[in-house]
């Protein structure tokens, strides 16, 4: 009795620390680019969407119906999210008594991956909800089939299919593990079973009729198009890397509760097991052959939640240090997973991370790009349409405008993040100039949302559907690791060549390099259309150097057939930098970048890559 005393302690003053920390970073967090495309959905009810089923976008509208704030947003995956520990309690503490019960309840709020839900108004915080009332129940009807288990089962299956194509995996396992369980065929013959199951399949109703009137353009995309279908040894990185998301002790005792739970004589535990294993090893195995360029680690948190309820009686049996060792590294976890989030908060944070793999870009300087939007627009004529290239900035844009209907020009993005449809259903994909005549039109692209090598194809395509381009407003995010261009489209397009933004690369000195005060800048750059007049080196934004400029630099016609520089070959430049004792920069790092000056007199400021000045 004392330890369920105590263990119910632990679990009240963590659910409500981990809330408190939750709803601070929430209303902090930057908005990431799929909660606004799920927030315009949500501007247009509609039963079911390209992406995504309809629930998620209800509850963005029933946040936002308190007020159009981003916490706002987020309050509804809050409490969702705030809820599944708690019923992971009452499940729990039911089938394995009290004490296992509130433990449970604590695991699930140190998983990191469960610990975290609802921080965004994302699908999975729902789903996790679905997942355990369909455990739930099936472990009551496991027991003995009445109305309130099935009518539960139901309202799980139901709340499932209205979350995501992924629960689908939640079903099937659920079915599978019934079947292999003596008890488990007998629930599936029994009528209230199968009426509640007929039910949870009409959820999947609107999602079918959706796609059978756009030649199944959501389920390919989901299960045909984002996966390669071939096999690929990077699968085998799912076990490291899910050890390090669940953290690697209590991904252990997962495992053994899993491994002893399948073999004993409780018909609970078993269903448990199958169903949790099931799910993990099912997404394991896909990982050989699945989508790896998208977030997929969160894939398996179903399964992880069918086991939790079953890891306290492996801990038990666990020496002492261990026992402390699992439950601390799970906190430590949870810790490192929110404290990403407040990073991911601090706009300094974000710059300092602008020349590493895990910056974060979807986060990053949409609030910026709507405060220059805003000042742009106050400098054109009244009447002026915001045009977004691709949906990203088509979303955000339009949270932070309070416009849900901002057009949007055809981008491979749209089409790899399976959002193409949904924009065309809404009419706003647009087809450029003429559709708008000559309107004006503040154009917004992101620069830094394809390759590079595809940077300029995607420039040409621009000209194709707008003509050549005027000079842009250049906004450079962190440094220009989110990088924006605005464009003023006033009247009709002029005659002539594809005139882009200019396109550059510093060859030396390399990212990262340790330098003296005097060092050489060698590199190349040009402007398609109109070529470019002047190279200058900066140093964190200050011009330092005047670069040479129409040094031969052969082959970038090769590489980009379509550039139309009329200067090509001769687009090299190089410079000599010489930094004086009283130049004010310190030894350390600082920021090297260009700018470039067209012929036309338009000046850009290219991307800037950090050096080490060492004395």
């Not at 920390?21 to 908005?31: T, W």
């Not at 949870?200 to 996966?227: E, I, M, T, Y």
């Not at 402007?527 to 040479?548: F, M, P, Y």
């Not at 052969?554 to 009283?582: K, T």
């Amino acid at each position: 009795m004392r330890d369920a005393v105590q263990a119910r302690r632990a679990f009240w003053v963590l659910w409500v620390s981990v809330l408190a920390v939750k709803l601070l970073i929430a209303a902090r967090l930057p908005l990431f680019v799929d909660e606004a495309f799920y927030w315009q959905e949500g501007r247009h009810p509609a039963a079911a969407y390209s992406d995504l089923p309809g629930l998620t976008a209800w509850l963005t509208r029933l946040g936002t119906a308190l007020g159009e704030r981003t916490f706002a947003l987020r309050l509804p995956f809050l409490l969702i999210g705030a809820a599944v520990p708690l019923l992971m309690v009452h499940v729990a503490s039911r089938e394995f008594g009290a004490k296992t019960g509130w433990q449970a309840g604590v695991l699930t709020l140190l998983l990191p991956l469960a610990g975290a839900l609802g921080l965004m108004a994302l699908p999975d915080a729902a789903m996790a909800l679905a997942t355990l009332l369909c455990l739930d129940a099936g472990a009551r009807l496991l027991r003995q089939v009445d109305a309130p288990a099935a009518l539960e089962l139901a309202f799980g299956l139901a709340l499932g299919a209205l979350c995501h194509y992924r629960f689908i995996a939640v079903i099937v396992v659920g079915f599978v593990a019934l079947l292999m369980l003596p008890e488990g065929r007998r629930v599936l013959r029994d009528v209230r079973v199968v009426v509640a199951i007929a039910f949870g399949a009409s959820a999947w109703a609107p999602l079918v009729a959706w796609n059978l009137d756009n030649a199944d353009a959501g389920l390919r995309f989901q299960l045909v198009d984002r996966h390669p279908w071939s096999f690929h040894a990077d699968g085998i990185l799912f076990i490291g890397i899910q050890a390090l998301l669940v953290t690697p002790l209590l991904f252990a005792a997962m495992a053994v509760a899993a491994r002893r739970s399948l073999w004993c004589a409780s018909t609970v535990s078993r269903y448990f097991a199958l169903l949790g294993t099931g799910v993990v090893a099912g997404f394991f195995a896909l990982g050989f052959f699945a989508d790896i360029e998208r977030v997929s680690f969160h894939w398996p948190l179903p399964g992880y939640l069918a086991l939790l309820p079953l890891v306290p009686a492996v801990l038990v049996t666990w020496p002492r240090t261990w026992r402390l060792a699992t439950w601390w590294l799970a906190g430590a976890g949870l810790v490192a997973n929110l404290g990403y989030y407040v990073a991911v908060s601090n706009a300094n944070w974000r710059e300092a991370s602008a020349a590493e793999k895990w910056y974060p870009a979807n986060f990053a300087g949409w609030e910026t790009l709507a405060d220059t939007v805003r000042a742009k627009l106050d400098t054109m004529p009244e009447g002026t349409r915001v045009v977004a290239d691709n949906f990203k900035i088509g979303a955000e844009l339009g949270f932070a405008l309070g416009d849900a209907r901002i057009p949007v020009l055809d981008h491979p993005i749209n089409l790899k993040h399976g959002r193409a449809p949904q924009l065309r259903l809404w009419g706003l994909q647009t087809a450029g100039r003429s559709e708008w005549g000559a309107a004006p039109v503040l154009l917004v692209v992101g620069a830094t949302e394809v390759k590079y090598r595809d940077l300029l194809d995607r420039y040409h395509a621009l000209c194709g559907v707008v003509g050549p381009l005027p000079p842009p407003e250049v906004l450079n995010i962190d440094h220009g690791r989110q990088r924006f261009l605005l464009f003023a489209l006033t009247g009709e397009p002029v005659p002539g060549p594809c005139t882009t933004p200019s396109m550059a690369w510093v060859d030396s000195p390399v990212a990262d390099a340790r330098v003296g005060r005097r060092f050489d800048v060698r590199g190349w750059a040009f402007k398609d259309g109109i070529g470019l007049s002047n190279v200058e080196v900066t140093l964190d934004g200050k011009v330092v150097g005047q670069a040479r400029y129409g040094r031969e630099f052969p082959g970038l016609q090769q590489v980009w057939p379509v550039s139309n520089d009329p200067q090509h070959p001769r687009v090299g430049f190089d410079a000599s930098i010489q930094l004086g004792e009283d130049s004010g920069f310190a030894p350390g790092t600082h920021w090297l970048g260009l700018r470039l000056t067209g012929r036309d007199g338009s000046v850009e400021t290219w991307v800037e890559q950090p050096i080490e000045l060492t004395r």
